[in-house]
C-alpha cells in the first residue's frame, strides 16, 4: 500500500497488537486457559450388551450398554478427560421411577463396572428421576402436581444406591426443595462420608435441553417443568438456591445451561468462590454440530471458542459433550 508524503504520526506508547504477533506471545500472556482436565464427559447407559446406538439429535453421542460405557470412560481417561456423568436408561419405568434405585439399573452397573476397570475414573452420576418415570416428570406426580417431600425421599433412595455402587460425586438435578441436605444426611448416616455431591444448584427451565431428552427418553408426557426448573429471568434467585445448596452441604455447585447463562456462573463465582460446575448442554452441542455440518461455521473453533467462553465466564468444571474431542485438541 502507498503512503502519502504527509504520513500521520500516531503518538502511540501502548500498541495492543504487540502482545499479539505471534501464536508463542498470544500464549504467554493468555488470561484464560482450558485443559482437559476441567471436562466431564457425559454417557448416556442403556440395557444389553454390545450397545452403541447414536442419538439421532446429538451427532458422536451414542446411548452405550455397560460394556460400551466402560471402553468410552477409559478412552476418555486416555484422551485426559478424569471423569465421567452417568445417565441411565432403564427398560422399565413406572409412576415412581423404582428403576432409580435398582442396585441392578444401568447407571449402578455402569458405576460398578468403571471402578473395576481401575483406570483413575472419576464416576459423577446424576441422580433424578425423569428417566425412570412413565410420565417423564422429575418428582413423584400426584393429582397433576409434583410433590417435593415425597420426591426428596425417593432422590435420597438413588443417590445411596449410587454411592454403594462405587460413585465418587452424586449430582442431584431435580431442583427439589431441600434434596441436598437429605441427601448429605442419609449418605453420611451409611458412611459415605467420603462422597461428594455435585448439586444442579441453579438449573433453569431451557429450551436447550431437547436433544438431551431425546437421548434419554425423558420429556414429560403432559405439562413441563417450570414449576421447579427455574425462571430464565432469574439471577438473584439463583444466588440463593445456589447458597441454599451450599449451606445444606453441596460440595461443587452446578449452573445449566451454560452458554445463554454466562452471568449467572460469573456471578455464582464471584459470589461464593465455591468450586463451580457449567453443563454445556445438548442443545448448545446439537446446535454448533448442526452448523458445522452445513459449513456455517469452522466446528473444532467454535467448540473451542464457547468451552474456553464458559471457562472465562468463572466455571471450574465444564460438563460437555465435546469433552473428547476438545481434550484431544488441547493435547
Given at each position: 500500500?502507498?503512503?502519502?508524503?504527509?504520513?500521520?504520526?500516531?503518538?502511540l506508547?501502548?500498541?495492543g497488537?504487540?502482545?499479539r504477533?505471534?501464536?508463542?506471545?498470544?500464549?504467554?500472556?493468555?488470561?484464560?486457559?482450558?485443559?482437559?482436565?476441567?471436562?466431564?464427559?457425559?454417557?448416556?447407559?442403556?440395557?444389553?450388551?454390545?450397545?452403541r446406538?447414536?442419538?439421532?439429535?446429538?451427532?458422536?453421542?451414542?446411548?452405550?450398554?455397560?460394556?460400551?460405557?466402560?471402553?468410552?470412560?477409559?478412552?476418555?481417561?486416555?484422551?485426559?478427560?478424569?471423569?465421567?456423568?452417568?445417565f441411565g436408561l432403564?427398560?422399565?419405568k413406572?409412576?415412581?421411577?423404582?428403576?432409580?434405585?435398582?442396585?441392578?439399573?444401568?447407571?449402578?452397573?455402569?458405576?460398578?463396572?468403571?471402578?473395576?476397570?481401575?483406570?483413575?475414573?472419576?464416576?459423577?452420576?446424576?441422580?433424578?428421576?425423569c428417566?425412570?418415570?412413565?410420565?417423564?416428570?422429575?418428582?413423584?406426580?400426584?393429582?397433576?402436581?409434583?410433590?417435593?417431600?415425597?420426591?426428596?425421599?425417593?432422590?435420597?433412595?438413588?443417590?445411596?444406591?449410587?454411592?454403594?455402587?462405587?460413585?465418587?460425586?452424586?449430582?442431584?438435578?431435580?431442583?427439589?426443595?431441600?434434596?441436598?441436605?437429605?441427601?448429605?444426611?442419609?449418605?453420611?448416616?451409611?458412611?459415605f462420608?467420603?462422597?461428594?455431591?455435585?448439586?444442579?444448584?441453579?438449573?433453569?427451565?431451557?429450551?436447550?435441553?431437547?436433544?438431551?431428552?431425546?437421548?434419554?427418553?425423558?420429556?414429560?408426557?403432559?405439562?413441563?417443568?417450570r414449576?421447579?426448573?427455574?425462571?430464565?429471568?432469574?439471577?438473584?434467585?439463583?444466588?440463593?438456591?445456589?447458597?441454599?445448596?451450599?449451606e445444606?452441604?453441596?460440595?461443587?455447585?452446578?449452573?445449566?445451561p451454560?452458554?445463554?447463562?454466562?452471568?449467572?456462573?460469573?456471578?455464582?463465582?464471584?459470589?461464593?468462590?465455591?468450586?463451580?460446575?457449567?453443563?454445556?448442554?445438548?442443545?448448545?452441542?446439537?446446535?454448533?454440530?448442526a452448523?458445522?455440518?452445513?459449513?456455517?461455521?469452522?466446528?473444532?473453533?467454535?467448540?473451542?471458542?464457547?468451552?474456553?467462553?464458559?471457562?472465562r465466564?468463572?466455571?471450574?468444571?465444564?460438563?460437555?459433550?465435546?469433552?473428547?474431542?476438545?481434550?484431544?485438541?488441547?493435547?
Amino acid at each position: 500500500m502507498s503512503t502519502s508524503d504527509a504520513s500521520v504520526r500516531l503518538d502511540l506508547t501502548r500498541r495492543g497488537r504487540r502482545l499479539r504477533r505471534s501464536p508463542a506471545i498470544r500464549s504467554i500472556v493468555r488470561e484464560t486457559r482450558l485443559s482437559p482436565e476441567n471436562f466431564i464427559y457425559p454417557l448416556f447407559v442403556c440395557e444389553g450388551s454390545g450397545v452403541r446406538r447414536e442419538v439421532g439429535s446429538m451427532p458422536g453421542v451414542y446411548n452405550l450398554s455397560v460394556d460400551e460405557a466402560v471402553k468410552e470412560a477409559v478412552a476418555a481417561r486416555a484422551d485426559g478427560v478424569p471423569g465421567v456423568l452417568l445417565f441411565g436408561l432403564p427398560a422399565y419405568k413406572d409412576e415412581i421411577g423404582s428403576s432409580a434405585y435398582d442396585a441392578e439399573a444401568p447407571v449402578q452397573a455402569a458405576t460398578r463396572a468403571i471402578k473395576e476397570a481401575d483406570a483413575g475414573i472419576l464416576v459423577v452420576t446424576d441422580v433424578c428421576l425423569c428417566e425412570y418415570t412413565s410420565h417423564g416428570h422429575c418428582g413423584l406426580v400426584v393429582d397433576g402436581e409434583i410433590r417435593n417431600d415425597e420426591s426428596v425421599e425417593l432422590l435420597v433412595k438413588t443417590a445411596v444406591s449410587h454411592a454403594e455402587a462405587g460413585a465418587d460425586i452424586v449430582a442431584p438435578s431435580d431442583m427439589m426443595d431441600g434434596r441436598v441436605g437429605a441427601i448429605r444426611h442419609a449418605l453420611d448416616d451409611r458412611g459415605f462420608e467420603q462422597v461428594a455431591i455435585m448439586s444442579y444448584a441453579a438449573k433453569y427451565c431451557s429450551a436447550f435441553y431437547g436433544p438431551f431428552r431425546d437421548a434419554a427418553d425423558s420429556a414429560p408426557k403432559f405439562g413441563d417443568r417450570r414449576t421447579h426448573q427455574m425462571d430464565p429471568a432469574n439471577v438473584e434467585e439463583a444466588l440463593r438456591e445456589v447458597a441454599e445448596d451450599i449451606e445444606e452441604g453441596a460440595d461443587i455447585v452446578m449452573v445449566k445451561p451454560a452458554l445463554p447463562y454466562l452471568d449467572v456462573i460469573t456471578r455464582v463465582k464471584a459470589e461464593f468462590g465455591f468450586p463451580t460446575a457449567a453443563y454445556n448442554v445438548s442443545g448448545e452441542y446439537s446446535m454448533l454440530k448442526a452448523a458445522a455440518e452445513r459449513g456455517w461455521i469452522d466446528g473444532p473453533r467454535a467448540m473451542m471458542e464457547a468451552l474456553t467462553g464458559i471457562r472465562r465466564a468463572g466455571a471450574d468444571i465444564i460438563i460437555t459433550y465435546f469433552a473428547r474431542e476438545a481434550a484431544r485438541l488441547l493435547r
